[in-house]
């Protein structure tokens, strides 16, 4: 959810060739939750890109995820995409992300974040500040 992460991602993805991965789960994000009236239009545009024989950015999914959606994009909706978003999640899950995770990218995004101070640990917790004033006898 955070853009400057996935942003980072992304960069990380496309080094690993395999930046297409992000690429077709967002489009699946939008087909889920973008107008009702641009679905078959999404559709399409996600099976051309990612799923098509010779597709510019084509996505490596199980061929039985690839007969499910293909047979469903037939009639297209809303969730058509879900088992191959799901595969290509799941994918980047066990893989990508943990590679990314361990990276130089990834620990410099890390040390240029900025820590809000209330979760940041006092030398001597004893020392708080109280919030709010207690009654006195």
């Known amino acids: 959810t955070d853009p400057l992460g996935r942003a980072q991602l992304l960069e990380f993805l496309k080094k690993e060739f395999s930046a297409e991965n992000l690429s077709f789960w967002e489009a699946c994000e939008e087909l889920r939750y973008g107008e009702q009236s641009r679905i078959a239009e999404i559709v399409d545009s996600i099976y051309q890109q990612f799923l098509a024989p010779g597709a510019t950015r084509w996505v490596n999914i199980d061929s039985k995820t690839m007969e499910r959606t293909l047979e469903g994009i037939k009639t297209p909706h809303r969730y058509v995409m879900d088992d191959a978003q799901m595969h290509i999640y799941m994918l980047m899950k066990k893989d990508s992300y943990p590679r990314f995770l ?26 708080r500040k109280q919030r709010h004033s207690s009654p006195s006898p």
């Open 102 to 127: 361990k990276s130089e990218l990834y620990r410099n995004l890390l040390a240029e974040a900025i820590i809000p101070p209330e979760t940041k640990k006092r030398v001597f917790p004893f020392m």
